[in-house]
């Protein structure tokens, strides 16, 4: 497996959208960092993360997470919950779950678990069957006759 030149993390590919500030931008990627790990396997000129709240600190608020990386369908995963702090977590956490689905979907020859699952196997019958029986020729049918 060859490594990656220059690996994604959060801290060069996060933007802020709509609900936050560059002020918040640090803060969020603090919050992000568990995901570094998991976009090490990226390219970071060809990952995006942006990160959005709608009615930010109101009943109903709306985290959205926008996840782009060359060569693979936009990942969003959104979050209702009504603790800012918890919500970022909801989407980051949502967010490396499908990064986890997606990779292993794109690439199940890499998966070790995939690879050495074997068919079970039945037992070997090592007793020979047991012979037909005798015809009985007191009940031979009349075509046989």
């Known amino acids: 497996m ?3 030149a220059n690996p994604a993390t959060v801290a060069e590919c996060l933007r802020v959208g709509a609900g936050f500030s560059q002020g918040d931008r640090n803060w969020i990627a603090e919050q992000f960092a568990t995901l570094d790990a998991r976009l090490a396997s990226f390219h970071a000129d060809a990952t995006e993360l942006e990160v959005s709240v709608k009615d ?15 060569g693979r369908q936009k990942i969003v995963t959104t979050s209702g919950e009504e603790d800012l702090h918890a919500a970022l977590n909801d989407v980051r956490d949502d967010l490396r779950r499908r990064l986890n689905d997606a990779k292993t979907r794109q690439e199940p020859r890499h998966n070790k678990h995939l690879r050495d699952v074997s068919p079970p196997q039945s037992p070997v019958d090592t007793e020979e069957p047991d012979p037909l029986p005798a015809a009985d020729p007191s009940r031979a049918d009349a075509e046989t006759a």
Do not use: F
């Open 2 to 4: 060859s490594a990656v």
């Open 56 to 70: 930010r600190e109101a009943r109903g608020q709306k985290v959205t997470l926008e996840c782009w990386i060359a």
